[in-house]
Protein backbone atom coordinates (compact mmCIF):
# COMPACT_ATOMS: atom_id res chain seq x y z
CA UNK A 1 0.00 0.00 0.00
CA UNK A 2 1.33 3.17 -0.78
CA UNK A 3 2.10 5.42 2.30
CA UNK A 4 1.25 8.57 0.92
CA UNK A 5 -2.45 7.15 0.34
CA UNK A 6 -4.53 9.15 2.89
CA UNK A 7 -7.51 7.38 3.98
CA UNK A 8 -10.03 9.79 4.62
CA UNK A 9 -13.53 9.15 6.45
CA UNK A 10 -15.89 12.55 6.75
CA UNK A 11 -18.57 13.11 8.62
CA UNK A 12 -22.46 14.11 7.09
CA UNK A 13 -22.76 17.74 5.67
CA UNK A 14 -24.96 19.93 6.67
CA UNK A 15 -26.09 23.09 5.26
CA UNK A 16 -28.19 25.82 5.76
CA UNK A 17 -30.47 27.21 2.69
CA UNK A 18 -32.62 30.61 2.92
CA UNK A 19 -35.45 31.05 0.99
CA UNK A 20 -36.19 35.00 1.32
CA UNK A 21 -38.18 37.59 -0.70
CA UNK A 22 -41.59 39.52 -0.07
CA UNK A 23 -44.78 39.09 1.07
CA UNK A 24 -47.07 36.81 -1.61
CA UNK A 25 -43.63 35.58 -3.23
CA UNK A 26 -44.21 31.86 -2.12
CA UNK A 27 -41.52 31.70 0.30
CA UNK A 28 -43.39 28.75 2.61
CA UNK A 29 -44.52 27.39 -0.52
CA UNK A 30 -41.09 26.69 -1.44
CA UNK A 31 -40.36 25.71 2.19
CA UNK A 32 -43.02 22.96 1.42
CA UNK A 33 -41.99 21.79 -1.77
CA UNK A 34 -38.63 21.46 -0.79
CA UNK A 35 -39.91 19.89 2.89
CA UNK A 36 -42.22 17.15 0.59
CA UNK A 37 -38.97 15.98 -1.40
CA UNK A 38 -37.09 15.40 1.58
CA UNK A 39 -39.82 13.15 2.85
CA UNK A 40 -40.29 11.38 -0.56
CA UNK A 41 -36.36 10.60 -0.28
CA UNK A 42 -36.87 8.99 3.25
CA UNK A 43 -35.69 11.32 5.11
CA UNK A 44 -36.64 12.25 8.44
CA UNK A 45 -37.98 15.76 8.70
CA UNK A 46 -39.20 17.96 11.23
CA UNK A 47 -40.69 21.89 10.34
CA UNK A 48 -40.80 25.04 13.20
CA UNK A 49 -42.80 27.99 13.11
CA UNK A 50 -43.02 31.03 15.60
CA UNK A 51 -45.25 31.16 18.18
CA UNK A 52 -46.38 34.87 16.87
CA UNK A 53 -47.28 33.10 13.48
CA UNK A 54 -50.97 32.45 14.11
CA UNK A 55 -52.32 33.59 10.88
CA UNK A 56 -53.54 30.51 9.08
CA UNK A 57 -53.10 27.46 11.39
CA UNK A 58 -51.80 26.76 15.10
CA UNK A 59 -50.06 23.91 14.08
CA UNK A 60 -48.89 24.23 10.61
CA UNK A 61 -47.43 26.16 8.59
CA UNK A 62 -49.67 27.51 5.94
CA UNK A 63 -48.78 29.18 2.72
CA UNK A 64 -50.69 32.24 0.97
CA UNK A 65 -52.32 29.88 -1.71
CA UNK A 66 -53.32 27.42 1.53
CA UNK A 67 -50.71 24.54 1.26
CA UNK A 68 -49.87 22.97 4.28
CA UNK A 69 -47.69 21.06 6.35
CA UNK A 70 -47.58 20.24 10.08
CA UNK A 71 -45.20 22.09 12.24
CA UNK A 72 -44.19 22.53 15.83
CA UNK A 73 -45.00 25.80 17.50
CA UNK A 74 -41.75 27.76 19.32
CA UNK A 75 -41.10 30.75 21.15
CA UNK A 76 -37.05 30.39 20.97
CA UNK A 77 -34.74 29.56 18.64
CA UNK A 78 -32.72 27.45 21.25
CA UNK A 79 -35.82 25.21 21.30
CA UNK A 80 -34.96 23.79 17.98
CA UNK A 81 -32.45 22.05 19.19
CA UNK A 82 -33.75 20.04 21.90
CA UNK A 83 -36.37 18.78 19.08
CA UNK A 84 -34.55 18.23 16.15
CA UNK A 85 -31.72 15.76 17.21
CA UNK A 86 -33.54 12.62 15.43
CA UNK A 87 -34.05 14.29 12.30
CA UNK A 88 -31.89 14.92 8.85
CA UNK A 89 -33.93 17.77 7.75
CA UNK A 90 -35.67 20.85 9.34
CA UNK A 91 -37.62 23.47 8.12
CA UNK A 92 -38.14 26.60 10.31
CA UNK A 93 -40.87 29.22 8.17
CA UNK A 94 -41.20 33.19 9.00
CA UNK A 95 -37.58 32.90 10.54
CA UNK A 96 -37.90 37.32 10.64
CA UNK A 97 -40.04 36.55 13.96
CA UNK A 98 -37.49 35.14 15.91
CA UNK A 99 -34.05 36.70 17.97
CA UNK A 100 -30.68 36.60 15.98
CA UNK A 101 -29.75 33.73 18.34
CA UNK A 102 -31.11 32.15 15.22
CA UNK A 103 -28.28 32.75 13.70
CA UNK A 104 -25.77 29.75 16.12
CA UNK A 105 -28.75 27.60 16.40
CA UNK A 106 -28.45 27.29 12.27
CA UNK A 107 -24.84 27.17 13.11
CA UNK A 108 -24.82 24.51 15.18
CA UNK A 109 -27.64 22.10 13.44
CA UNK A 110 -25.86 22.45 9.86
CA UNK A 111 -22.65 22.17 11.79
CA UNK A 112 -23.65 18.34 13.07
CA UNK A 113 -24.60 17.52 9.51
CA UNK A 114 -27.98 18.31 8.91
CA UNK A 115 -29.88 20.01 6.60
CA UNK A 116 -31.75 23.23 7.74
CA UNK A 117 -34.16 24.83 5.32
CA UNK A 118 -35.23 28.46 6.09
CA UNK A 119 -37.58 30.87 5.39
CA UNK A 120 -38.85 34.33 5.59
CA UNK A 121 -38.74 37.83 4.67
CA UNK A 122 -35.83 39.85 4.03
CA UNK A 123 -36.79 43.26 3.96
CA UNK A 124 -39.42 45.19 6.39
CA UNK A 125 -42.48 47.18 5.42
CA UNK A 126 -40.04 50.16 5.50
CA UNK A 127 -37.72 47.80 2.74
CA UNK A 128 -35.10 47.98 5.51
CA UNK A 129 -32.90 44.58 6.11
CA UNK A 130 -34.71 42.41 8.66
CA UNK A 131 -32.99 40.86 11.10
CA UNK A 132 -31.73 37.55 11.41
CA UNK A 133 -32.10 36.98 7.49
CA UNK A 134 -29.41 38.83 6.28
CA UNK A 135 -27.23 37.26 8.62
CA UNK A 136 -28.61 34.11 7.93
CA UNK A 137 -27.76 34.98 4.03
CA UNK A 138 -23.98 35.24 5.12
CA UNK A 139 -23.72 31.94 6.48
CA UNK A 140 -26.00 29.94 3.68
CA UNK A 141 -24.69 27.72 1.31
CA UNK A 142 -27.94 28.00 -1.05
CA UNK A 143 -30.02 31.21 -1.46
CA UNK A 144 -33.04 31.97 -3.22
CA UNK A 145 -35.00 35.19 -3.61
CA UNK A 146 -38.52 34.34 -4.56
CA UNK A 147 -40.71 37.80 -6.07
CA UNK A 148 -43.79 38.58 -5.89
CA UNK A 149 -46.03 40.48 -8.67
CA UNK A 150 -46.44 43.78 -7.72
CA UNK A 151 -50.18 44.91 -7.66
CA UNK A 152 -50.17 47.99 -9.13
CA UNK A 153 -48.32 47.40 -12.50
CA UNK A 154 -47.32 43.66 -12.32
CA UNK A 155 -43.80 44.31 -12.26
CA UNK A 156 -41.53 41.73 -10.34
CA UNK A 157 -41.69 42.64 -6.50
CA UNK A 158 -39.37 42.77 -4.21
CA UNK A 159 -40.86 44.72 -1.59
CA UNK A 160 -44.01 44.50 1.31
CA UNK A 161 -46.67 47.87 1.11
CA UNK A 162 -47.95 48.33 4.53
CA UNK A 163 -51.73 49.50 3.87
CA UNK A 164 -52.63 49.67 7.52
CA UNK A 165 -51.95 52.71 9.58
CA UNK A 166 -49.36 51.09 12.44
CA UNK A 167 -46.23 51.69 12.41
CA UNK A 168 -44.27 48.87 14.71
CA UNK A 169 -41.99 46.73 12.63
CA UNK A 170 -43.82 43.02 13.93
CA UNK A 171 -48.08 43.24 12.39
CA UNK A 172 -48.79 39.59 12.00
CA UNK A 173 -50.87 39.66 9.06
CA UNK A 174 -51.64 38.91 5.58
CA UNK A 175 -53.67 40.50 2.83
CA UNK A 176 -55.35 42.75 5.10
CA UNK A 177 -52.41 44.52 6.01
CA UNK A 178 -50.15 44.05 3.41
CA UNK A 179 -49.21 43.66 -0.12
CA UNK A 180 -46.33 42.94 -2.94
CA UNK A 181 -44.83 46.05 -4.70
CA UNK A 182 -42.08 46.96 -6.80
CA UNK A 183 -39.40 49.24 -6.37
CA UNK A 184 -41.17 51.96 -7.75
CA UNK A 185 -44.13 51.57 -6.45
CA UNK A 186 -43.34 50.87 -2.25
CA UNK A 187 -43.89 54.13 -0.74
CA UNK A 188 -43.49 54.70 3.08
CA UNK A 189 -45.91 57.01 4.43
CA UNK A 190 -43.31 58.67 6.84
CA UNK A 191 -41.01 59.00 4.11
CA UNK A 192 -43.62 60.42 1.56
CA UNK A 193 -44.85 62.96 4.42
CA UNK A 194 -41.01 64.46 5.01
CA UNK A 195 -41.40 64.83 0.88
CA UNK A 196 -44.36 67.13 1.34
CA UNK A 197 -43.09 69.16 3.82
Not at 106 to 113: E, I, K, R, V, Y
Not at 176 to 183: G, I, S, T
Request: hydrophobic share 35%; net charge negative; proline share 3%.
Amino acid sequence: MNENLQIRTYKKSGHLEVICGSMFSGKTEELIRRIRRAEIAKQRVKVFKPKIDNRYSEFSIVSHNEQSYPSEIIKDAEEILEKSFDVEVIGIDEAQFFDNNLVDVCQALSDSGKRVIIAGLDQDYRAKPFEPIPQLLAIAEYITKTLAVCVICGAPANRTQRVTESTDRVLVGGENHYEARCRLHHVVKEDAAKTTS
